[in-house]
């Protein structure tokens, strides 16, 4: 993913731009703090447990603002398209007028296609700040996502994230959530979901070339935590 640094009257915005960079992935898999959130705002989670390959996080209450779906063949062309609206959106581009501060990390959303040739579908968010989260914003074309308890099975990994790259750690992750008592818990979770759907969810800027986290998320409900 990659981003235009843009100065302003407000902190420092980071607008995605479209020229990837081929910069080499090296997969960390779990356990990597996002240096991005020492610096903004990100959801709080609890680390439930801690796999081979996958980490299991509680989200206990987050709220998102959200693109209408996105017909692409293409992740990083879908999260640019996404992404421009949601930077509108925190420049004042809303009902409100009102300017928003960047928070991190920016997800997308895909339901994969059936076929190579076929659009997937996708949903760009973005973490609404904890002040702006009793009353977003509203505006066109966007829609809020108010998460109460809900699950996600992790897996990280570095690198500027390129087409290429989503599909291997999606797949990755279900790999190695098969050899684990988890593996039946999130696909019952994920039920009232596209069983097929997952989340990328991306955290660093472009001129950050060391330590960068992306993630694949697999979000799914729990009545209960799961003992082992």
């Known amino acids: 993913m990659q981003w235009l640094l843009i100065c302003s009257t407000s902190p420092l915005f980071l607008v995605y731009f479209s020229t990837l960079t081929n910069w080499p992935n090296h997969n960390q898999n779990v356990g990597i703090f996002p240096p991005t959130c020492n610096r903004i705002e990100c959801p709080s989670f609890d680390v439930i447990q801690v796999g081979n390959g996958f980490e299991i996080r509680r989200y206990n209450s987050s709220v998102w603002m959200t693109t209408s779906p996105i017909e692409d063949i293409s992740f990083v062309s879908a999260t640019r ?31 994969p296609s059936d076929g190579p040739f076929c659009a997937s579908s996708f949903l760009v968010s ?13 505006a066109k074309g966007l829609h809020v996502q108010k998460w109460g308890k809900k699950y996600a099975a992790v897996r ?13 750690e999606a797949a990755a992750l279900h790999e190695s959530l098969l050899g684990s008592k988890w593996s039946d818990v999130v696909e019952k979770g994920k039920s009232t979901s596209p069983p097929s759907s997952y989340i990328v969810a991306q955290y ?5 070339f060391e ?15 799961y003992v082992l």
Do not use: C
């Open 204 to 208: 660093n800027s472009p001129f950050e």
């Open 81 to 111: 398209t996404g992404f421009l609206e949601l930077f509108f959106y925190i420049q004042g581009k809303n009902e409100y007028k009102k300017h928003i501060e960047m928070t991190g990390p920016v997800l997308t959303e895909i339901v």
């Open 156 to 168: 990280q990994f570095s690198g500027f994230v390129q087409d290429s790259d989503v599909g291997v």
């Open 126 to 138: 973005f973490y609404v700040p904890k002040l702006n989260q009793a009353d977003p914003p509203p």
């Open 211 to 225: 330590n960068r986290v992306n993630e694949i998320w697999m979000v799914f409900d729990m009545e209960d935590d």
